[in-house]
């Protein structure tokens, strides 16, 4: 196990030999990632683990851990979003060899044998972040959508059309006229 996170590994031997890197980087330091976020203060825990599958395939195991900032999008202030991500990845040298990894089990195309673990993290990381952040508590009731929608309902089966009352106001502008 290693303290230190190098720049970019030779997958092959790290495979060989079961590394592990293991620590802690600011946010700051990934800046995908900190450009997607509210905020860039704070850290992630990070560990890979290198190794071979059941099958013999090479892979990396990504353990995650780190609060990020998000901006809700609908109150638009900032909330923490807790990020807890395992994943594994099949090290693999060409697209032909996806096929044959588990299904448990993502690709992650090597360049020139290389793993450049950085940006690993800050890919799972990004693949991670919600869609449409919403901080927790602020989401609207079913109820009141539900409602809405009857009082549609209603309207459309009393044959009310949604420019009725606009007619009336142009009727009563020609009547003055």
Known sequence: MSAS?????DAERMVASRRSFEGVLPVAALPR???ALADDRGEVAYRLDFGTGEL???QLLVRLSARLTLECQRTLQPFEW???IES?????????????LPPDCEPLLLEGG????????E???LLALPLVPVKPGSEMSQGGWQAASDDAAAQAEQGSHPFAGLRALREAQEKNR
Do not use: K, S, Y
């Not at 996170?5 to 590994?9: G, I, K, N, Q």
């Not at 594994?88 to 044959?100: F, K, P, Q, S, V």
């Open 5 to 9: 996170l190098p720049e970019r590994v």
């Open 88 to 100: 594994l990845l099949g090290l693999i040298t060409d697209e032909r060899e996806e096929a044959g």
């Open 56 to 58: 013999g395939t090479p």
């Open 33 to 35: 990632l900190a450009g």
């Open 123 to 125: 890919d799972e990381l």
């Open 114 to 121: 290389m793993v450049f673990p950085r940006a690993v993290i």
């Open 82 to 84: 807790p990020a807890e």
